[in-house]
């Protein structure tokens, strides 16, 4: 399985490529990538948190996710997903996203990988999350302050 760090490398250089092969954009599909990298990241904090959350609508998860892992790191989520989805299903008459643009998002959801590590760490541990692995690509450890 592909972690959420490898996803977002992809997605950025992806992005960054200066060459468009014909008929494609790389930025699109970084952003498609970028995105991917977002649901994986929010499913494995619910697998890790809050397993029943998984199944339930982006929305829910992001209301669910202010309770949970703070107001910030909500915020920041409804951010990625908002403008993800957005680059992602742009119309024939719009340009994909910029190169900025990508680098940025990349940027922003490496911080809600990191903040949702520290909310995750810092919530009561249930065993029936851990099915075959850690969350979030890292294994947080029982003292909330290593």
Request: with cysteine.
């Amino acid at each position: 399985m592909t972690t959420v760090t490898e996803l977002i490398d992809c997605g950025r250089q992806l992005g960054a490529m200066r060459v468009q092969p014909m008929g494609m954009s790389t930025r699109l599909a970084g952003a498609i990538v970028l995105r991917q990298a977002y649901e994986q990241c929010v499913d494995e904090y619910w697998q890790w948190v809050a397993p029943a959350l998984q199944g339930a609508s982006q929305r829910n998860q992001l209301v669910a996710l202010r309770s949970y892992a703070g107001q910030d790191a909500a915020k920041t989520a409804a951010y990625l997903w908002h403008v993800l989805s957005d680059a992602c299903h742009y119309d024939g008459y719009e340009l994909p996203p910029t190169t900025h643009e990508i680098e940025h998002l990349a940027s922003r959801l490496d911080e809600l990988r990191a903040a949702l590590v520290v909310a995750a760490r810092r919530s009561p541990r249930r065993t029936s999350a851990r099915r075959g692995g850690a969350p979030l690509t890292t294994n947080p450890s029982p003292d909330p302050s290593v």
